[in-house]
């Protein structure tokens, strides 16, 4: 069985991916909080801003599935902490360590410039929408350079939204369920020919604005879709800005800061 760690495994990601994986992968995760564990799997705590931890963290796994970081748009300081200096911390890390294959949770901010009347694959030159997209771009480009320059497996998931039910209309397009973020996962860990590639964590969904042919050519085959909540979801929405309507990335377009469901979880706003 595979040894696996997941960075960020308290927050919601992690948190549907150790449901959904329990038992195919021996988990090994690490977060700066503490989060209560299962038998079968270990915790280390760590942040990732640190070297040291990072190589802790990351010795003697198969591969990472690197979620953690700051997980919305916000001020500079905390995103380029825990998005520029842990990511390239987890891929140095990872290298020194010899491990073989990064999974790395991108977003659909990294392209969230591009407007919503546009089908875009994963072919598109990047479009962030803030420094949080940029956050995003950066940890991209570091797979690709440890992919071609060291040989490392890289899988980029450019993830929508993950959560039980979408949430309003942009998420219609962009919403991804737990079962189908952990299949990709798994094509992410297991595919063998893997070296670098970059995928939309997206479900089946019908208004997605999204060519995922390359995750379907690697075998993704998403069991949900969107449209069946459209009915409820629709009822309760409200006009928006005309420009955050215009985008795909939504309110990031608009903002300099989205509340951060990570600090609102501490009990506290960062
Ligand atoms: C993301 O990248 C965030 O991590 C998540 O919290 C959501 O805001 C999501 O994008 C989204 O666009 O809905």
Not at 86 to 103: P, S
Not at 194 to 217: K, L, T
Not at 247 to 263: I, K, S, T
């Amino acid at each position: 069985m595979k040894t696996v760690l997941i960075t960020g495994a308290a927050g919601d990601v992690g948190s549907y991916l150790r449901r959904e994986l329990a038992g195919k992968y021996r988990l090994r995760l690490s977060d700066k909080k503490s989060l209560v564990k299962d038998k079968s799997e270990t915790f280390m705590r760590a942040d990732i801003s640190k070297m040291s931890d990072a190589l802790k963290i990351t010795r003697g796994v198969d591969a990472i599935v690197h979620l953690g970081g700051y997980s919305v748009e916000g001020p500079w300081e905390p995103i380029h902490k825990a998005n520029i200096v842990g990511c390239y911390n987890i891929f140095e890390a990872a290298r020194k360590n010899k491990v073989k294959r990064i999974l790395f949770a991108t977003s659909n901010h990294a392209v969230g410039f591009y407007r919503r009347d546009q089908t875009i694959d994963h072919r598109v030159y990047i479009k962030p929408d803030g420094r949080y997209g940029v956050s995003k771009v950066f940890g991209e480009a570091l797979g690709s350079l440890y992919s071609d320059k060291y040989g490392m497996q890289v899988f980029l998931m450019r993830i929508g939204n993950v959560n039980p039910k979408p949430l309003d209309k942009r998420r219609l397009s962009i919403w991804i369920s737990p079962r189908d973020i952990a299949q990709l996962v798994s094509i992410g860990i297991d595919h063998p020919d893997i070296r670098f590639e970059i995928v939309y964590g997206v479900s089946g969904n019908s208004r997605s604005w999204y060519d995922n042919s390359n995750a379907v050519r690697l075998g993704y085959r998403p069991q949900d879709n969107a449209e069946d909540f459209s009915r409820e979801v629709l009822l309760n929405e409200k006009p928006g800005n005309p420009l955050v309507e215009t985008y795909q990335g939504g309110l990031f377009v608009a903002v300099e800061e989205v509340a951060n469901p990570a600090a609102e979880r501490q009990g506290g706003k960062k």
